[in-house]
């Protein structure tokens, strides 16, 4: 167990609709980030947030957007959702030190389903 | 664009035999960061590496940094069925803070 939960597990939505997925991360982790796997791929890096502000962004549509708060609790939100959307969602949590970011832990995902 | 690639992409050995998967960047990475996942479940922390050059085991385990900080190895020795699962190297770019998982390799080990 990494100490960082997701919820819900699973999602099944309609295009065009709003999600919202939650993260939790793990205790004293001030560094939340945020991944899309599609089935067979690698995680892709969707954004990034230290201490409630957004410190770095993947390459995806500004639909995708996130909060973290000061709790280091976190939201992933996407909006206008799409068929291509549907995917397992991953947090995960990390401390980054003035010598750089350290190992993440990950949440068990979200899967997300656009129908 | 960045991209990070991972050969094979799959690999079938015999238990007891060797296993190696290399990650390849397009460009000079910060660090570099290794994880493991087993089917159905989250990428697992196994290493960072973060000097050109550098070498790191864990028990059965050894992990490798290029020089030019744009590849590395995973090699895996006398293999078990435990080892079994996605392993995905993950480049990180101080720059922009950005993470670039690799394609992964999913290995199968045959007892």
């Known amino acids: 167990e990494t100490g960082v939960t997701q919820s819900p597990t699973h999602l099944i939505k309609t295009r065009g609709q709003q999600v919202t997925l939650r993260c939790s991360s793990q205790s004293g982790h001030n560094t939340v980030s945020w991944y899309q796997q599609a089935l067979g791929q690698g995680p892709q890096f969707i954004f990034q947030y230290y201490r409630e502000e957004e410190n770095g962004r993947g390459n995806f549509p500004p639909r995708f957007s996130g909060l973290q708060f000061p709790n280091y609790s976190s939201e992933l939100n996407v909006n206008a959702l799409e068929l291509d959307d549907s995917a397992l969602y991953l947090c995960a949590s990390s401390l980054v030190l003035a010598v750089g970011i350290e190992e993440q832990f990950f949440g068990p995902g979200t899967r997300l389903t656009v129908l | 664009g960045q991209q990070v690639m991972q050969i094979p992409q799959y690999q079938h050995v015999q238990e007891g035999e060797d296993f190696t998967t290399y990650c390849n960047s397009s460009?000079?990475?910060?660090?570099i960061q290794w994880y493991k996942q087993r089917p159905g479940g989250h990428p697992v922390f196994l290493i960072q590496l973060v000097k050109s050059g550098e070498v790191k085991k864990q028990k059965r385990l050894t992990f490798q940094f290029g020089e030019a900080k744009k590849n590395s190895s995973l090699h895996i020795t006398a293999t078990q069925t435990t080892d079994v699962g996605t392993y995905f190297c993950?480049?990180?770019?101080?720059?922009?803070?950005?993470?670039?998982f690799g394609t992964g390799t999913s290995l199968t080990v045959i007892p």
């Open positions: 993950a480049g990180y770019l101080y720059t922009g803070n950005q993470f670039y």
């Open positions: 460009t000079t990475l910060s660090n």
